[in-house]
Each structure stands twice: as structure tokens, then as C-alpha cells.
């Protein structure tokens, strides 16, 4: 009996392979798929990996936390932590009402990086009290066509700071980031 590589066997019939499935790929598919409804769904099943893995923190808090590792854990919470990895790497906010999104540290959609803020700014804006977008939102500014921000003198940032904070209003309105009457949303 010969033996043939893997990269044959999973090929698919049509270009002369077996057409069996990658069951590593296979695995890796189906554990982000359990680690997104955990996410993203309320049922039964979330509500009890939530009390027993991820309690007392919410499920915000968790997804933004760098470290989730716990030990004597599940053989499936670890695929789902591995496959988590992959996931948050590609985790967006749909903008919508501005009340869950935290500034300088939660991407929007299309924000590519555009959504980190340095440590002294991020630590200026929590001095402030302003955690989450709609905090700096400016009616003052705001017109139908377009969504006004409060500038950093505004905020009382001095130094550097401002330019930074110009910076950030200014990646929110190329990417045409409207506060409007529904909860973000995790995409």
C-alpha cells in the first residue's frame, strides 16, 4: 500500500483528490461558531457557560478582557477559547446609540486601528467620566447630514492630547459613524 499526503487526501474529487474533509480546519470551524452564539445569543446553553465560566464579569466585560484563561477548565471551553482568539480578532461595533462602545479601546466597524487611544489620553478621557461614545457626542455641531464631536479643548485636553483626540473625531467621520436610535451591536 502506498501512502499519499494530506494536502491530496482533503483536495475535493474534482481535482483529483478524495474529497475528505481537513476534520482539524473541520473543528476549529465548528468551535468559532459555538464560541460566536456564545457571544452573540441568549439561551439556555450561553446562560449557563456564562455563570460557570465567565461569571462575575459580564459578557462585555469578558470579551474585553486580555486574559481568559482559567485553569481545570472543559476540553470544549478550551477549543472555544482558542476559537474566541480568532474571533475577537475580527470583533467590530455596529455603531448605533454610542451607550456600549468605549472610547479609544472598542473597534467600529471600518475603524482598521483608527479606534486606539494612548494611555495618557484614555486616562484623561476616564478622569473626565467619558467611558463611552455618546458622551462625546455635540449637538451643537450635529446636522442632519453629518455627526458632530466635541473637540479636546472642549474636553479639557491640553498638550499633545488634543491633536490625538482630532484625530480619532476625524477616523469617526470618515467612516461616517452616526449615533442613531438602536444599541450597538457586536458584528
Not at 6 to 22: H, Q
Not at 76 to 85: N, P, V, Y
Not at 135 to 163: K, M, S
Request: hydrophobic letters at 40%.
Amino acid at each position: 500500500m502506498s501512502w499519499v499526503r494530506w494536502d491530496c487526501i482533503v483536495l475535493p474529487k474534482s481535482l483529483g483528490g478524495w474529497g475528505l474533509k481537513n476534520m482539524f480546519l473541520f473543528s476549529k470551524a465548528l468551535a468559532g461558531k459555538v464560541a460566536w452564539r456564545l457571544i452573540s445569543t441568549n439561551s439556555l446553553w450561553t446562560r449557563v457557560l456564562q455563570h460557570k465560566y465567565i461569571a462575575p464579569l459580564s459578557m462585555l466585560d469578558w470579551i474585553r478582557t486580555e486574559d481568559k484563561k482559567r485553569s481545570r477548565v472543559s476540553i470544549i471551553w478550551k477549543a472555544i477559547l482558542q476559537a474566541f482568539e480568532v474571533i475577537s480578532k475580527g470583533l467590530a461595533w455596529r455603531v448605533g446609540d454610542g451607550h456600549k462602545l468605549l472610547i479609544g479601546k472598542d473597534p467600529w466597524s471600518g475603524s482598521d486601528g483608527a479606534h486606539i487611544l494612548s494611555g495618557p489620553l484614555c486616562n484623561k478621557l476616564e478622569l473626565r467620566v467619558l467611558r463611552f461614545l455618546y458622551q462625546v457626542e455635540d449637538p451643537q455641531t450635529t446636522t442632519i447630514w453629518n455627526q458632530g464631536w466635541c473637540d479636546g479643548v472642549r474636553i479639557g485636553l491640553q498638550g499633545d492630547l488634543p491633536g490625538e483626540w482630532q484625530h480619532y473625531t476625524q477616523a469617526l467621520k470618515s467612516a461616517h459613524i452616526r449615533l442613531v436610535q438602536r444599541e450597538d451591536e457586536m458584528i
